[in-house]
T-cell receptor, first 110, second 116 residues
């Protein structure tokens, strides 16, 4: 299983863009990159998933360089409610287990 | 869509008793469900992988006789903590993999277990 490395914490202010980079140097050819958000005492919530280049949905963008050894989650114009822990996971499809790393604790300040 | 529920949301039990936690996929069929445990301020730790109709696969260090997992249907998996002790107090979270769509796991809201 590919190991991931993320910053432990990040502070930001309301309205700013937050970018969290995750390193996954030993990502395998079949691995996808998935990001989850978790609030205290809640289960993680799926944010976005990608394989290469750029993926965008209504809440975030995911940038993946050609070598796929890292990825960056971009949260545009964060609000106080975006304060949470964000996990980057790398894993293979169809039944393979995901291993959670330490995650990045994002604090959005007013 | 892709909603996963857990029951109960929190439970307090006495040391030595057993507790069952249910995980249900409400609007999809899940051939695979996963059980995690999370201690305060820590990341999620995978305990076991549960496949419908077969025995669960436990991660190294997780006692299969203590944490009984049953995945009897495509929408229900249960985790039973047997002879619970205070050190089993934790936040237990399940996730389900959508059978028709690969790569995505949907997580339940978690169950807070406190053993006194």
């Amino acid at each position: 299983l590919a190991k991931t490395t993320q910053p432990i914490s990040m502070d930001s202010y309301e309205g700013q863009e937050v970018n969290i980079t995750c390193s996954h140097n030993n990502i395998a050819t079949n691995d996808y990159i998935t990001w989850y958000q978790q609030f205290p005492s809640q289960g993680p919530r799926f944010i976005i998933q990608g394989y290469k280049t750029k993926v965008t949905n209504e809440v975030a963008s995911l940038f993946i360089p050609a070598d796929r050894k890292s990825s960056t989650l971009s949260l545009p114009r964060v609000s106080l409610s975006d304060t949470a822990v964000y996990y980057c996971l790398v894993g293979v499809a169809a039944g393979n287990k995901l291993t959670f790393g330490g995650g990045t604790r994002v604090l959005v300040k007013p | 869509g892709a909603v996963v529920s857990q029951h109960p949301s929190w439970v307090i039990c006495k040391s030595g008793t057993s507790v069952k936690i249910e995980c249900r996929s409400l609007d999809f069929q899940a051939t695979t469900m996963f059980w995690y445990r999370q201690f305060p301020k820590q990341s999620l730790m995978l305990m076991a992988t549960s496949n419908e109709g077969s025995k669960a696969t436990y991660e190294q260090g997780v006692e299969k006789d203590k944490f009984l997992i049953n995945h009897a249907s495509l929408t229900l998996s249960t985790l039973t903590v047997t002879s619970a002790h205070p050190e089993d107090s934790s936040f237990y979270i399940c996730s389900a993999m959508v059978a028709a769509r690969t790569y995505e796991q949907y997580f339940g809201p978690g169950t807070r277990l406190t053993v006194t």
